[in-house]
């Protein structure tokens, strides 16, 4: 009677210890549990559920880990990682000098193109100081060192050696270093230059002022430059939301201006004409003021 007692009693033991429903952090790695270090706290690799923990990443440490896009085992930016982890890239500009057209050569007496970047914030407003990097004018390119991810706006500078004089400017673009390096690229019109304008809708009849969501079928906007008591013509357009924007290289000499609002049909409103208005050069920037566009029919 107490042999079968025994038994028994071995048989419950050998049953229990076999169980696969045993509870988090008693040392035993049952089926429902990834791991269990005998505890129940978090933060040594096996959490309060019995949950298998992943290290916290530590930028520069050399391994890549949680939210990190890359990890060089340093914290110091401007080597492609920055002190956070995260990725950087370059901007290599280009630069060409044009007369009727063709190629020419840089300018005597200046020697050096500076190539200067500009942090933007996300509404287009510069942050901080600019960046400028010093090339050889005459190489036509140069890279720059590393960037942290953003938007950046890009121009060069063609100066003396000293940097006291300034020849010409390219005009300014915006350049996106979020996911990867990036070009700008400009020409340098020594005979001819630019017209840059912003502009803004009203209502023809009521004069309201409209945006561009406003004006239905409106595609565009557009600047018409005709040379004065001439006929040849050079015609920009431009995306209406943008509000303001720069032409094309335009030879330098007066000229006559129009601007207006296109749909699918053609022109829906048509501001004053602008008269004598200058283009210089060497690439040059003609800065047209705010342009008001009336609007047909509203």
Known sequence: MKTGLCAFLFLAACTSSSSNN????????????????????????CSSTCA??????????????????????????????????????????????????ATVACPTGYDTAALTTQLLDSTG?????????????????????????????TWVAITNHA??????????????????DATYSADIVEDGGYFGWAWNLVG???????????VTGIQGVELVTTVSGGSQFYTDQYTCTDGRGVTAAIPQGLYTVSADA??????????????DKMIQGPNKITDLGTVTIPITGM
């Open 22 to 45: 045993g509870e988090c952090g008693d040392g035993v790695v049952d089926s429902n549990e990834q791991c269990d270090d005998g505890n129940v706290a978090n933060g040594d690799g």
């Open 52 to 101: 298998i923990e992943t290290p916290p990443a530590v930028c520069g440490d050399g391994a890549v880990g949680g939210s990190e896009q890359c990890d060089d085992a340093n914290t110091t930016s401007g080597d492609g990682c920055s002190s956070t982890c995260g990725t950087e890239h370059k901007i290599t500009g280009q630069w060409t000098f044009k007369t009727g057209g």
């Open 125 to 153: 407003s510069p942050v901080g100081q600019p960046t400028i990097d010093l090339f050889d004018c005459s190489a036509g390119t140069g890279t720059t060192a590393f960037f942290a991810q953003g938007s950046y706006e």
């Open 163 to 180: 940097g006291t004089l300034t020849y010409a400017q390219t005009v300014p673009a915006t350049v996106d270093l979020q996911n990867a």
């Open 204 to 214: 023809e009849s009521s004069n309201t002022q409209l945006t561009c969501a406003d």
């Open 262 to 275: 296109f749909s699918s049909a053609g022109a829906i409103g048509t501001a004053p004409t602008l008269v």
